[in-house]
């Protein structure tokens, strides 16, 4: 089992920047892809990040590429989304979420991740 707890969401304004967190536990981080997608109210969950564990590849979602970055340390068992140039429409639940051990597959589809975080709120208004 892997548990993923999220932190750092919060209320900003459209143009800031801010970094959320997700820290798993168990000892298999290492092999795990992990990625971030996000729901806003009355839409389906989107994927918006991801990083596999092999070479640290990175893939986005087109609204977000250029503005969001996601990062991992292994050692720390944690996943990052840096997100900047934040606007109204990135406003959504973001969930952590990651993949069974050594998985190669494709890294943008809810069904392909095995655990999943609680979500923290992010509010991007004036």
């Known amino acids: 089992q892997v548990q993923l707890v999220e932190s750092g969401g919060g209320l900003v304004q459209p143009g800031d920047s801010l970094r959320l967190s997700c820290a798993a536990s168990g000892r298999t981080f290492s092999s795990r892809s992990m990625a971030w997608f996000r729901q806003s109210p009355g839409k389906e969950r989107e994927f918006v990040a991801a990083i596999s564990w092999i070479l640290g590849n990175t893939v986005y979602a087109d609204s977000v590429k250029g503005r969001f970055t996601i990062s991992r340390d292994n050692a720390k068992n944690t996943v990052w989304l840096q997100m900047n140039r934040l606007k109204p429409e990135d406003t959504a639940v973001y969930y952590c979420?990651?993949?069974?051990?050594?998985?190669?597959?494709?890294?943008?589809?809810?069904?392909?991740?095995?655990?999943w975080g609680q979500g923290t709120q992010v509010t991007v208004s004036s």
């Open positions: 979420a990651a993949t069974g051990t050594f998985y190669t597959g494709s890294l943008n589809k809810t069904e392909r991740y095995d655990y």
